[in-house]
């Protein structure tokens, strides 16, 4: 899959490190996440996406890592650059063993199918 991203040589030198740096630190903090845990649910207060999604996993009893990163009326900027970092637009924005499956309805789809416990299951590497 590709998905369009403006290339690095369309993009003056003079502003290349500002949008590399660009609230790296909430992009890092979620890739550690996503590095030490089987799923990561990022979300944000006051939306109730991310409370969907996270109670659905507390009725499986299956174990997750919610990080929040402020509401409607803060940190939007911030929580922009995970978007820009993902490609995927709403929140939460949920990793299983590091892969990117949506949003809540995406997980309650993996679900209902079943994938999500084939996701779950030991593999064998």
């Avoid at 939306?47 to 990163?69: F, G, Q, S």
């Amino acid at each position: 899959m590709n998905r369009p991203i403006l290339e690095t040589n369309k993009i003056h030198p003079s502003i290349q490190k500002v949008l590399a740096e660009n609230h790296v630190d909430i992009v890092t903090e979620v890739q550690q996440a996503i590095a030490n845990n089987t799923i990561v649910v990022v979300g944000m207060s006051q939306n109730p996406a991310p409370k969907r999604a996270r109670k659905v996993l507390d009725e499986l009893n299956i174990e997750y890592t919610y990080l929040e990163y402020g509401s409607y009326f803060k940190q939007w900027r911030r929580r922009n650059a995970l978007k820009m970092w993902t490609g995927w637009p709403t929140f939460p924005i949920i990793f299983v063993k590091g892969i990117l499956i949506g949003g809540s309805s995406d997980l309650r789809a993996l679900i209902e199918s079943g994938e999500l416990q084939t996701m779950l299951a030991p593999s064998n590497d």
